[in-house]
């Protein structure tokens, strides 16, 4: 069965430190992996997406890692501020599957403090 | 451009009552999902529509829900005879083609719909 799994279910770190998000899944055949961060009361917003031939990809602060034989993703966090207080989705896109190729993890919602 | 966009933004209704909900995806865009997130909940996949392709009803819940797609562009979600477990946000989200080859998913705000 088609799984996306993320660890923690919540975080709470304090404003400057760095954190680490993971993501395992279970999915075939694999076609991409996304990170989206959701803010609480709105839409998902992408972060990054990875295909298979890519190890890691960034977009700002967040570093995202593929380990496509283990099956495993990271989401890093640099210098964390107030504004990355929100859930972060790990979605993984699977070719010819329903749901419309795309399968979503719970989220891990990250509270950053002062 | 304009994002996506969805009305109501919030909608109360009393349980048995019939509800839509809108969608306006970005122009040109060929995909449109349909998602339900409940409370502290992870996105539910309800539906996918895909160019002038029969749509994926594979994650509607029952009878009592369905979705409609006019001209390939705006999108209507209906539910009918409403449950209180209907309550829930209801995303949308399109693509510029089918989101399992790379391409990027735009969602909406969501309408929160509170059946009481």
């Known amino acids: 069965k088609n799984q996306v799994e993320q660890s923690p279910q919540s975080l709470i770190i304090l404003e400057g430190k760095n954190c680490t998000l993971q993501c395992n899944y279970t999915v075939s055949p694999f076609s991409n992996l996304r990170w989206y961060k959701q803010d609480t009361g709105r839409g998902p917003v992408s972060l990054t997406i990875m295909t298979f031939s890519e190890n890691t990809k960034s977009n700002g602060r967040y570093t995202a890692t593929l380990d496509a034989d283990t099956k495993q993703s990271s989401l890093h966090i640099t210098a964390s501020q107030l504004s990355d207080s929100a859930s972060y989705i790990c979605?993984?896109?699977?070719?010819?599957?329903?749901?419309?190729?795309?399968?979503f993890g719970k989220g891990t919602k990250l509270s950053v403090k002062p | 451009g304009a994002g996506v966009s969805q009305s109501p933004s919030n909608k109360v209704t009393e349980k048995g009552k019939d509800v839509e909900l809108r969608c306006d995806p970005i122009?040109?865009?060929?995909?449109l999902y349909w998602y339900r997130q409940s409370l502290g909940q992870g996105l539910e996949f309800l539906i996918y529509f895909q160019g002038n392709s029969a749509p994926d009803k594979s994650g509607l819940p029952s009878d009592r829900f369905s979705a409609e797609r006019t001209g390939g562009s705006v999108s209507t979600l209906t539910i009918q005879r409403t449950q209180q477990e209907d309550s829930a946000v209801y995303l949308c989200a399109s693509s510029l083609g089918q989101a399992g080859g790379s391409y990027e998913q735009y969602f909406g705000p969501g309408t929160r719909l509170t059946v009481t």
């Open positions: 122009s040109g865009h060929t995909a």
């Open positions: 979605v993984v896109s699977v070719y010819g599957g329903s749901q419309g190729n795309l399968i």
